[in-house]
Each structure stands twice: as C-alpha cells, then as structure tokens.
C-alpha cells in the first residue's frame, strides 16, 4: 500500500504558476504509475496528466496540453504537476493517484483504474 500527500496548491492569478507536489510513503514508489485529476465544483473529477512508473510515458489531457508538465523523482518519492500560464477554468481540487503496473511505460488516464489517492489539494485561479 502506498500513501500519497499533495502539497504546493493555492491562489494564484491568472497566467501565473503554481508547483504541485505529491509525496509517497509506503511500498516502493517505482512500482507505481501516477496521475493527476482535478474536480471543479459541481463537475466530475478529470483526468489531468499521467506518467509511468519509469517516466519515459507521459500523457495530458488536452486542455492542459503546452501548459502543465508532469514529472518524477523516484529518489525522492515524489511527483510533479508545473502549472503554467494558469486559467481561471484550472481552479478545482486537485488530486494525484497511484497505480502499480506490469510493464514500466504503462500509463493509466482512467479514475477507475487507479487504487491509491491522495486527499486533494485546492488550486484557485483568479481572474
């Protein structure tokens, strides 16, 4: 079992930048393909981003597509949302999951498929 907490959220105004980190304790963090799913108030959650477990595979949703870029440090056990040139359409909770995976260049875009969640960490970007 993995444990994950995200940190570096906040406000920021539009077109500005905010870090999101998202640290695992546990299990070794290697194993485990990660990803990065927002909900805005009164909508679904999304997906975000998506990395695997060696990080050569990496895949966005395109509404963050040239702005957002995820990362990893697996000496350090944590994972990485940049978030540039922020909209006001980016607030919402944002949250990263783990999965573990057989092949080490999988990546998993689907809410359903990973186990383990961080609690949320809140993103507002205002106008």
């Known amino acids: 079992q993995v444990q994950l907490v995200e940190s570096g959220g906040g406000l920021v105004q539009a077109g500005g930048s905010l870090r999101l980190s998202c640290a695992a304790s546990g299990r070794t963090f290697s194993m485990y393909a990660m990803g990065w799913f927002r909900q805005a108030p009164g909508k679904e959650r999304e997906f975000v981003g998506a990395i695997s477990r060696n990080g050569d595979s990496i895949r966005y949703a395109d509404s963050v597509k040239g702005r957002f870029t995820i990362s990893r440090d697996n000496a350090k056990n944590t994972v990485y949302l940049q978030m540039n040139s922020l909209k006001p359409e980016d607030t919402a909770v944002y949250s990263c999951?783990?999965?573990?995976?057989?092949?080490?260049?999988?990546?998993?875009?689907?809410?359903?498929?990973?186990?383990?969640w961080g609690q949320g960490i809140q993103v507002t970007v205002s106008s």
């Open positions: 999951a783990a999965e573990t995976t057989i092949l080490s260049t999988t990546v998993i875009l689907s809410t359903q498929e990973y186990d383990y």
